[in-house]
Every structure is written in structure tokens, then in C-alpha cells.
């Protein structure tokens, strides 16, 4: 009953930027953080970004300065600016809503986006 869709992956050149959204859909009454994570073959899934719906904000070492998440709590929807892309973060990128509550269950549920590529190379 939940529904959560990523898009704005694709190629860019070093030291370009590209933003990724993510929709969250269906019964929700509301989210307790949306962030986004990355995942290169054969490595574990890694923390890129998240934010809180009261606006708190937390990033990766590797991204803080680059990277800007903000979010719009009214259409559920989380947003990744990046910019000064480096080729160290091509990785497919996965948007996480974390702590959904909604009408037709009574637990409360993480739900995961199926990924969209980012490619930094020339």
C-alpha cells in the first residue's frame, strides 16, 4: 500500500551536478525520515543522507559539503542535489522511507525505492 518511486539518475561528468527525487505514495499518514543510500556491486548499502520530518539532517563524510537533502513533508517527497560529483560516487541510489504510519496497517514499516543509476565519468 506503499509506494516509493525514485527518479533524476543518469551520466554526468566530473564535477557536475544532478538532482534525485523520491515520491512516496498510497495510504501514509506520515514519515518519520526519508534519506537516500547507495550501493556499489559487492559492497554493503551505504548511508548517503537522510532528514527527519522536523527537518534534521545527517550526512556521510564523504558527501557533507556536496550533497543538499531537503524535503517536502506535504507531498512526501525527498529530494538529493549533488553537486561537485566525483566518479567515486557512481553507485545505484535507493530512497528509504523510514517509520511510515498509515491507515490500513497498524505497524509501523521502513519501505525501500528500486534504485536509480548515478554515473560520474567523462
Known amino acids: 500500500q506503499v509506494q516509493i518511486v525514485e527518479s533524476g539518475g543518469g551520466l554526468v561528468q566530473p564535477g557536475g551536478s544532478l538532482r534525485l527525487s523520491c515520491a512516496a505514495s498510497?495510504?501514509?499518514?506520515?514519515?518519520?525520515?526519508m534519506g537516500w543510500y547507495r550501493q556499489a556491486p559487492g559492497k554493503q548499502r551505504e548511508l548517503v543522507a537522510t532528514?527527519?520530518?522536523?527537518?534534521?539532517?545527517n550526512y556521510a563524510d564523504s558527501v557533507r559539503g556536496r550533497f543538499t537533502i531537503s524535503r517536502d513533508n506535504d507531498k512526501n517527497t525527498v529530494y538529493l542535489q549533488m553537486n561537485s560529483l566525483k566518479r567515486e560516487d557512481t553507485d545505484v541510489y535507493y530512497c528509504?522511507?523510514?517509520?511510515?504510519?498509515?491507515?490500513?496497517?497498524?505497524?509501523?514499516?521502513?519501505?525501500w525505492g528500486q534504485g536509480t543509476q548515478v554515473t560520474v565519468s567523462s
Open positions: 528509504k522511507a523510514e517509520g511510515v504510519v498509515t491507515t490500513t496497517n497498524a505497524m509501523i514499516y521502513d519501505y
Open positions: 498510497g495510504t501514509i499518514i506520515s514519515i518519520y525520515a
Open positions: 532528514i527527519t520530518s522536523e527537518g534534521y539532517s
